[in-house]
């Protein structure tokens, strides 16, 4: 059975409405990533940090998965290929798409994690920093369930092995400058893959790509799927 690693990024999720962090206008390009997207910026003010994750939840709420969502999620599907998806972003598209087994390497925008305890919760409408813990009972230690830089994505040790073990890898959507991500097509590469980018725009200098596909993730990748 062939065995197909999927790497989505940022540039899934934009047909559906959301914004990119890098593209012209993207989210870094109106927040500082360090105030709002890194450990110290949290220690230094977890209040901004919490209401800007308020402020991004109730757009992803809103926002409806696209064709390419959908065609992951049907290709899921199918008996004659093993499928293993990991997403950099925290919305829930796919989920809605229907995709069932998804990783979400940085975190999701509907869980809000304990400092104290690891305990996770669904996040209510807003979350606070200074909410106690159901489990722990600690106050002022909860914090967006999403990787920041300086921490540590989710799931690297079963990514670092189905990335050795996989036959084709598709990276869709994603501008490869954060790493570990960035790092993944080497990886499944130098294992043996055939590798795959599908972007709006094309990666200079990156010899690991083999095949680099340009346009709107919804028109270039549904066809892809369906021949693979
Ligand atoms: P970026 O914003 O860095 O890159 C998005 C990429 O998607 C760009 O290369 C675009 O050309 C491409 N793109 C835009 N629209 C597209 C479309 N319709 N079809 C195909 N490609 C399209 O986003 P990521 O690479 O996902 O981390 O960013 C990686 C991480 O950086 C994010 O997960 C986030 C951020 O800091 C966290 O929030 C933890
Ligand atoms: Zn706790």
């Known amino acids: ?26 989210l870094w390009e109106n927040f500082k990533v360090e105030d709002v997207a890194s450990i110290e910026g949290f220690e230094k003010n977890p209040k901004q940090v919490h209401e ?38 925290v919305d829930l598209l796919h989920e809605k798409a229907g995709s069932k ?3 979400h390497m940085h975190g999701r925008i509907d869980e809000t994690v304990c400092l104290k305890c690891g305990h996770v919760i669904k996040t209510p ?3 606070a920093f200074d909410d106690v813990c159901d489990k722990c009972g600690a106050k002022g230690y909860l914090k967006p369930n999403i990787v920041f830089f300086g921490e540590m994505p989710m799931f690297m040790d079963e990514i670092e092995n189905e990335l050795k073990s ?14 570990p991500a960035a790092g993944f097509v080497q990886e499944a590469k130098y294992y ?3 590798t795959y980018l599908f972007n709006l725009e094309y990666i200079e200098n990156n010899y690991y790509f083999d095949h680099q596909i340009l346009g709107k993730a919804s028109e270039t990748l549904p066809a892809f799927l369906q021949k693979l």
């Open 52 to 89: 800007f994750y308020n402020m991004l939840r109730p757009q992803m709420d809103k926002a409806l998965p696209n064709a390419a969502h959908i065609a992951i999620a049907d290709f899921e599907k199918r008996a004659d290929i093993s499928l293993y998806l990991v997403t950099q972003n």
């Open 1 to 26: 059975m062939k065995k197909v690693f999927i790497l989505m990024g940022a540039g899934i999720s934009a047909e559906s409405g959301l914004k990119t962090f890098r593209d012209a206008n993207g």
């Open 166 to 179: 996989c036959d084709v890898f598709v990276a869709v959507g994603t501008s490869g400058v954060v790493y």
């Open 192 to 194: 043996g893959a055939e």
């Open 125 to 127: 409408e807003k979350s």
């Open 101 to 103: 087994n998804v990783r």
